[in-house]
């Protein structure tokens, strides 16, 4: 694919062209230092490292239930647990562009039967390369690019879909309990930054872009986001700050993945006394809508995050 091809070789272009000793922007303006998400990626070309360590469920799944003719049956109902790590590199060159690296996994499990026979065991492990130029700052204001090529590999412990596959053809070497789906995607977005006041900032982005999945046809990304962020330290002696974000995106993962679209939003305590760490814990609720289905169920994930910048 051209993807695989085109966007690193202009990524590492970007690297090596660009000096390393201007002085690196801040994520400050007008006074106000902003909180970073983990569900929204903010519009800053800076130099950080970060983390972030969760869990979560998803409660009343209702799956449909398909028998081996391929005829739904009904539905079944159960709970999902979910298990989240991610990490993310980002280094400045120069005053105004920073590549970034991120690497991140995700294991989902029923967590009784009518979830496990439905939707079995899958875990995925995805990484990250991107790059963000900032286009345009005043004291208030800041305006920024990005680009982002990604892949995914998601791996599914698929009982049901075993059984049907024994069925259908017969135990052979064909079979296999386990079924695989790798996800390629390739981002452009742009990305702002506003702090009317030295006590609140918000941030929002656009994105758009293309994925191709392991058995489907290539499909269109389209999602955006915002935060909404104040720092309780600017208006008292209490350096605690508070966050409110929420995103939306269109882009499924294959077969074995439980939604075709994905709508969070997200609450999180941060601690702001630090100009160059930040400490915290986000939650997060996600509405997904259930494959070959109208309905949807939610998510609830929280999330220990820090970041640090230097």
Known sequence: MWAKRIIPTVFGVALFAMPLGAQQPDRVLNDYRFIPSGLVPDPFAISYFGTGTGGGMAFGLEPPFIDLDG???????GDVAFLALDFEYQQRFGSWLAARFALGGVGRVGVDEQSVLAQGVSGAVGW???????????????????????RSDVVALTPFEFAESVVDE?????????ATTDAISTRASGRIGWAPADWIGITGILEGGVGDVTESDNEVILGGGGTVGVDFGQLSSIPIGLLLSAESEAFTLGGSDLANRSTGFGLGLFYTGWDDFVIGVEATGRQLELRESEKSFEAFIAAFRLRYFF
């Open 71 to 77: 005829d739904t049956l009904g539905t079944l109902k």
């Open 128 to 150: 990250n390369l991107g790059a963000t130029a900032r286009i345009w700052q005043s004291r208030t204001l800041i305006v920024s690019a990005a680009v982002d090529f990604g």
């Open 170 to 178: 017969g135990l052979d070497t064909d079979n296999s309990l386990v």
